[in-house]
């Protein structure tokens, strides 16, 4: 009896009909209700170029569009900090054993000791 | 001939309800990641269309910002997971349940 | 008229003796000489003589009402609370009654408790004093809230007192038995006050607006009261019945009794002072301070001599068969006063209030003498283990000799006096008119013979024959302060009764009937017309239809005195000699009825025991049960609801994301419903 | 602006005696709960009130200050003092101070929580009695509970977090009921402020507008049983009486002092200025039920206390029947009856707060409250025995003392009321309670003080020390001085009683 890798689809198929019902609903929205016309770029806009001037709210792009400036440095943070984060979560402590998962009340449920060997890394 | 708005629409809205579909039925935390990645990636498309839509280029920068974002967010996730795999070793979303009633 | 500028004094004087020994009591009990006992002295004796004094202004034809402090002003038609002071020919003569025997009771004190080196006599001291302030101020009170104040403060003071030795187990449970039956009484007059302030607006004793001279205005049409849908009689009589429940309970009377035999677990002198001549006689004297109201109500009147007559009957009875001394004069006293509510329900005012005067001063005498011989016998009150103490003690046995032929109404002595006046008054009236009266007479006369028999077989086994015990063989003598008291009291037992010999002056008519002609007149002082004797005499003949016929007191007297002789001579017979025995074996079955006291005291006591304590038990397990548990369960629903509601949270983090669509999607399509989708 | 004063003053010493030491705290609360009792004594001295603050009488100490529009209506901070309030704010500065001082022997950690916990309460409570803005009156109603919770709750008995939780919730939802109820009523009613006085005079006045579909009968009816439930669970009232014994049982014997001193009156108090002073007609219209419900309460509570083992338990349910007292006069519409009700207020904050303390310096002698487990106390403590049992005799409404004051006003009122039918039959029925009061009373007293000494909890018993008997005495005193002379309060309270009469009788 071959041992082929077989997918785990199994009984906990049922929840994505929830996300298939989402899908009806949605698409019975979108096709009962009517938009505009699309007034679309016009043909001999630079469109990356203003997309660069909305950026940095720098005034004379072809096209119209508010300026992010502020959001561009916000988001240069969030980038570092989650940067930080992902290093912060990643490292081991000093004597090897990992960052302990506290739960009820600083309690301390998991994370491996070096005491306990079984437990491989 | 332009493309009638709610084909975009559908289109992003499969997506979206795939990504979710995803986050549903699988187990693995790492797919979690990826159905989440699909699900910012169908509201980029619906951006993107309607800025074209509205003639305003906000839609497209925002955009960006959104996968800037997205990007955050996984590596974030990333770390999570692998903190969730050394205390439970592995990253079954349903063995993970210390943290209920 | 200047006595009456000090008549507050005499209330006031023994209230200063009870601050000065609760002082005492509290800071140094050792610092007043005799335990305050001379301060007690000093206020009683000098209330003697203001009263004295009073007494004689009152001669003169003095009278007076006037308020002395204003309780509470009243706004509007509300009527204003006031303490006022009502000096008259009866409040007087009853002022001198209990200032005297007060005194006398606190010079016996001396003898009876610091020599025999009683502790806490500040605290014994205290009371006597607040007693005698609180009774003196019943006695002067010019209004029924006044009464009634100084009614409750009277109770008060017969519990302290009854229970001064609170470290045995028997005084406390006595002194809760008096206050509650006496309070249960006092739950009815409180009622009648509070109908009679509804009714009247006021409750003045005297004065042209006074309650009974407009409840007399108003039986005759021409004042209008408040009668509660009631006809005006009618509601007048349960107004009469209501104040007649307290005067029931603090006269022993039938139904509420059981409380005065038990009081003898008091101090001797505290049972002379207030359980025979002043506590007991507040209701007697209650009844007889607003007889205006009562002459009007024929209906009440009768219960009155009923519960009179049949209670002197009852209690003579039972004193028969008891043991203890103080116990044969505690029945002897509920007798007496049957005889004193018999004399006011049958129209006899002026007797009642004589026997009530003759009686307050041989019952002290009485009581007095049982404790001299209490003294002797080291606290053994039983009769069969005295005898003989005639040799040793001869003060006492003398002076103790005239109470006896006084309460059992031998001729010279103050008992056949106004026992044979009370009597004949029944019968006068009996026959003239209200033939129910009759059957209290007939009550009344047989109680006569067991009076006599009860008394002279008390007198003849403590005093007569061999001392049947070694206690009773030298007997531990009393000092002056014992014998004093004894010897005025006795005095006074022997002459009372000449005050006024009905049936003497009906045969030579010389000495005139000095208390008839006290209580008769109204001084020249038309206010106090109301309050007079011949105004009670037409009441009661016009609105009570009680009418006297002619008849001569001379044969009811001699009536009375045979049976008072028979009944001694039937004790002399049975219990004279050396040795006698006991003779109660011959009832038999009666014995035992009688020796409980028709079981009174029993189907009380099961009354609280067995019916009143197990409903308040049903009522709590109901209410901790049934209130507290229909709080407790809504409590516990929400606790359930919140246990089963936690189980929502299961720790997976693909349930929680399965709610959050099947929310979003429900989201959309409510706001597409309502958005007009389908409709 | 004395009465701000007064406020402040008592709130800055909560604060203060926070950050005390706690071995001073007992001795600085006490000195700084003087303040506010001077501060009382003075209002009580230079008080020229006239008529109830509620109906058109001249306000004394007035001051009002806008604070907030909320929705259109006017909220401010408006205070001030009449006949029927000042006794009760006399009356909770006493007991505050004297409860302080009885504290010291009983309380011995975290005094200084405890003492600032008591006067920040008292403060709260000045408030309620003062307050006549709606709002600012249900702010401090609200605030009263918190301290009491964290009183019962920490420095009770063993049951003590039971007991608190259910005091707050209990009250809690009732002061919703109560909420809802009148901010309908004021809805309903031509006015734009919460300000008592206006929302009074609408109220008695012209005819209110209808409410979510009520008719405006229909709506003064269910909003005065609605308020009148709500304070009833303050008062407490029979069938919302069952948290007030296990509070008083847990709650250390200082707290549950002001428990049954002040803070049942907050109810009554409560239902005087709002039920029966704002919606009359209503209330005659209901009178019957009333009555029923005050005599029910008042013998039902008596036959509760004859059942109880534990001394504390019996002055609660005591508490209740003496409450149901109050309500009886209140319905009685006549000057003696509502007159005497305020008046039994007060009278019976003093007296059950005399009754708890004793019991409490005896609990902290004997270590039990239980009657079966100790008889003889007389020989021990003498002093306190006798105050104790001077304290019952006033419970049980002896003369010359403030109980009976109240009471014989209550029933002289009542008995006669035209407003009420068949009063003279529920007076008489209610008056039953004072023989079911002296069997309890004495019964309880006979087993625990007289009678040979028996302790079975064997603790060295001796008489209790000075600081304990005093504020006894003191309080044995007012009561007495009540007794002998009610005018110091009574002629206040008819004359701020007087407006809000109905109907003949005295």
């Known amino acids: 009896m071959t041992s082929r890798p077989r997918s785990k689809i199994g009984s906990h198929l049922l929840p994505g009909l929830a996300a298939v019902a989402l899908f009806a609903v949605i698409t019975a929205a979108v096709l009962t209700s009517s938009f505009g016309s699309t007034q679309g ?81 | 001939m332009a493309v009638p708005p709610s084909y975009y629409l559908l289109l992003s809205a499969a997506l979206f309800c795939i990504g979710v579909a995803g986050v549903l039925t699988r187990r693995n935390a790492l797919l979690f990641l990826m159905s989440i990645e699909l699900m910012l990636n169908a509201a980029n498309v619906n951006f993107v269309y309607f800025s074209q839509f509205w003639g305003n280029v906000t839609g497209q920068t925002f955009s960006l910002f959104v996968i800037a974002l997205a990007a955050a967010e996984v590596a974030i996730g990333i770390g999570i997971i692998l903190v969730l795999y050394r205390n439970f070793d592995g990253v079954d979303v349903t063995e993970a349940t210390t943290m209920r009633w | 008229m200047a006595a009456f500028d000090f008549a507050p004094l005499i209330v006031l004087l023994p209230f200063t003796s009870f601050f000065v020994a609760v002082a005492a009591a509290i800071w140094r009990p050792n610092i007043l000489p005799k335990g305050g006992a001379l301060p007690g002295i000093a206020a009683t004796a000098g209330s003697l003589l203001v009263s004295l004094w009073v007494a004689v202004e009152v001669l003169g034809g003095g009278r007076t009402a006037e308020t002395v402090y204003v309780w509470s002003t009243g706004v509007g038609d ?602 | 602006m004395i009465i701000e004063t007064l406020l402040a003053v008592t709130g800055l010493a909560a604060l203060v005696t926070f950050l005390v030491p706690d071995e001073y705290a007992g001795r600085a609360a006490a000195v700084f709960s003087v303040l506010p009792l001077l501060g009382s004594l003075l209002l009580w001295a230079r008080f020229n009130g006239a008529g109830n603050a509620l109906v058109d009488g001249d306000v004394a100490f007035e001051s009002a200050a806008p604070w907030m529009t909320l929705g259109g209506y006017k909220v401010q901070w408006f205070v001030g003092l009449d006949g029927v309030s000042l006794p009760l704010v006399v009356l909770t500065t006493v007991l505050t101070t004297l409860a302080i001082i009885s504290a010291w022997s009983a309380i011995d950690e975290r005094q200084s929580q405890f003492y600032a916990l008591i006067l920040f309460m008292e403060t709260t409570l000045l408030g309620v009695f003062t307050a006549l803005d709606f709002l600012l009156w249900f702010v401090f109603w609200e605030a009263v509970l918190v301290p009491m919770y964290f009183l019962i709750g920490v420095w009770g008995g063993p049951r003590r977090k039971y007991a608190a939780i259910k005091f707050f919730v209990y009250t809690n939802i009732a002061s919703l009921a109560m909420f809802i109820a009148f901010v309908a009523l004021v809805l309903a009613a031509p006015v734009e402020t919460f300000s008592l006085p206006a929302v009074a005079a609408a109220l008695r006045g012209e005819q209110i507008a209808g409410f979510l579909g009520l008719t405006p009968d229909l709506l003064r009816t269910v909003a005065f049983v609605a308020m009148f439930v709500g304070f009833g669970v303050k008062v407490p009232i029979v069938p919302f009486h069952t948290w007030l014994p296990d509070a008083h049982v847990e709650a250390p014997s200082p707290v549950s002092v002001l428990l049954a001193g002040v803070l049942l009156k907050m109810g009554t108090y409560a239902l005087l200025r709002y039920n029966f002073t704002m919606l009359p007609e209503t209330a005659a219209a209901l009178a019957v039920p009333i009555a029923a419900v005050a005599v029910v309460s008042v013998l039902y509570g008596a036959m509760l206390a004859l059942a109880q083992e534990d001394l504390k338990r019996i002055v609660a349910y005591s508490s209740v029947s003496s409450m149901g007292y109050v309500i009886l006069g209140l319905i009685a519409y006549t000057l003696y009856g509502v007159g005497g009700a305020t008046f039994q207020m007060v009278a019976h904050g003093l007296i059950s707060g005399l009754m708890f303390m004793s019991v409490g310096v005896i609990y902290h002698a004997t270590h039990t409250r239980m009657v079966g487990d100790m008889s003889g106390m007389a020989d021990r403590m003498p002093v306190t025995t006798g105050i104790l049992v001077a304290g019952a005799f006033g419970y049980m409404g002896l003369p010359l003392m403030a109980g009976f004051a109240g009471e014989f006003f209550v029933f002289v009122g009542s008995f006669g009321s035209t407003t009420l039918p068949f009063a003279p039959i529920f007076t008489a029925v209610a008056m039953f309670g004072i023989v079911v009061v002296a069997g309890y009373l004495l019964l309880a007293m006979q087993k625990t003080l007289f009678g040979p000494f028996r302790l079975d909890t064997d603790y060295e018993v001796h008489g209790a020390p000075l600081r304990d008997t005093a504020p006894l005495a003191v309080l044995l005193l007012c009561i007495v001085a009540l007794g002998v002379a009610p005018d110091l309060f009574f002629g206040m309270i008819k004359d701020a009683v007087g407006p809000i009469l109905q109907g003949g009788g005295l």
Request: with cysteine; proline share 4%.
């Open chain 1, 41 to 121: 770029f016009p043909a001999d806009a630079n469109i990356v170029a203003s997309v660069g001037r909305a950026m940095f709210g720098i005034p004379g792009a072809d096209v119209t569009g508010e300026s992010f400036l502020v959001a561009f440095i916000l988001i240069a943070l969030a980038l570092d900090a989650a940067l930080d984060g992902s290093l912060l979560l990643a490292k081991r402590e000093e004597d090897g054993s990992t960052v302990t998962l506290l739960a009820d009340g600083g309690r301390r449920l998991f994370g491996r000791d070096d005491a306990d060997e079984e437990g491989e890394d």
């Open chain 3, 78 to 679: 509300a009527p204003e609370l006031v303490f006022s002071l009502l000096l008259d020919p009866l409040s007087a003569l009853m002022l001198l009654i209990v200032s005297l025997v007060a005194t006398l009771v606190h010079v016996f004190s001396l003898g009876y408790m610091n020599d025999e080196d009683e502790t806490g006599l500040p605290r014994y001291y205290a009371g006597l004093g607040l007693f005698t302030a609180s009774m003196l101020g019943f006695v002067v009170a010019g209004n029924l809230l006044m009464a009634f104040i100084f009614f409750e403060l009277v109770g008060l003071c017969s519990y302290l007192l009854i229970g001064f030795w609170f470290r045995e187990a028997g005084p406390p449970s006595a002194a809760k038995k008096a206050f509650l039956v006496t309070r249960f009484g006092d739950y009815f007059f409180l009622v009648g006050v509070a109908g009679v302030f509804a009714t009247f607006g006021s409750a003045a004793f005297a004065g042209p607006e006074s309650f009974p001279a407009v409840a007399e205005a108003a039986l005759t049409g021409e004042a209008s009261v408040r009668t509660f849908g009631f006809g005006t009689q009618t509601w007048f009589s349960v107004l009469g019945f209501l104040i007649l429940g307290g005067v029931v309970g603090k006269s022993a009377q039938y139904p509420l009794h059981t409380w005065l035999p038990d009081a003898m677990e008091g101090p001797t002198p505290v049972s002379a002072l207030i359980h025979a001549a002043t506590m007991v006689a507040a209701g007697v004297y209650l009844i007889a301070r607003i007889y205006g109201f009562y002459a009007l109500l024929p209906t009440v009147l009768a219960a009155i001599a009923l519960v009179g007559g049949f209670t002197a009957l009852f209690a003579a009875t039972m004193g028969l068969v008891k043991r203890e001394i103080k116990q044969v004069l505690a029945y002897s006293t509920i007798s007496q006063y049957g005889y004193m509510m018999l004399g006011l329900g049958a129209g006899g005012y002026v007797a009642a209030t004589f026997h009530l005067m003759t009686h307050a001063f041989f019952k002290a005498l009485l009581f007095l003498g049982a404790g001299s011989v209490i003294i002797a016998m080291h606290h053994n009150e039983d009769m069969w283990d005295m005898g003989g103490l005639r040799k040793r003690m001869p003060v006492t046995y003398v002076t103790f000799l005239a109470g006896s032929l006084a309460l059992a109404g031998i001729v010279p002595f103050a008992g056949f006096w106004s026992k044979d006046e009370v009597l004949y008054e029944a019968l006068v009236h009996g026959l003239g008119g209200s033939p129910i009266l009759l059957a209290a007479y007939g009550m009344g006369l047989v109680a006569v013979l067991f009076t006599g028999f009860y008394t002279f077989r008390m007198v003849l086994l403590t005093f007569h024959g061999d001392p049947r015990t070694e206690l009773a063989r030298n007997p531990h003598g009393v000092g002056w302060n014992v014998k004093a008291p004894l010897v005025v009291l006795g005095v006074l037992a022997t002459t009372a009764g000449f005050l006024n010999m009905v049936p003497v002056h009906e045969l030579l008519g010389f000495p005139p009937e000095y208390l008839h002609d006290w209580l008769a007149h109204d001084g020249g002082r038309s206010a106090f017309a109301g309050l007079t004797s011949e105004h009670y005499g037409e009441l009661l003949h016009d609105w009570a239809g009680y009418s006297t016929v002619e008849l001569s007191a001379i044969l009811p007297g001699l009536v009375s005195l045979g049976l008072a002789l028979l009944g001694a001579g039937g004790a002399y017979a049975l219990y004279a000699g050396d040795d006698p025995e006991e003779h109660t074996e011959k009832l038999g079955a009666a014995k035992t009825v009688l020796y409980n006291n028709y079981y009174q005291d029993e189907y009380q006591v099961w009354l609280t025991d067995s019916v009143v304590k197990p409903l308040s038990r049903t009522m709590d397990t109901f209410d901790q049960g049934v209130v507290d548990g229909t709080v407790n369960t809504v409590s516990s629903v929400s606790l359930f609801s919140g246990r089963r509601l936690r189980r929502i949270q299961t720790g997976v983090v693909s349930n929680y994301a399965v709610l959050l669509t099947l929310g979003l999607t429900a989201l959309v399509l409510v706001v597409g419903v309502l958005g007009g989708w389908f409709a």
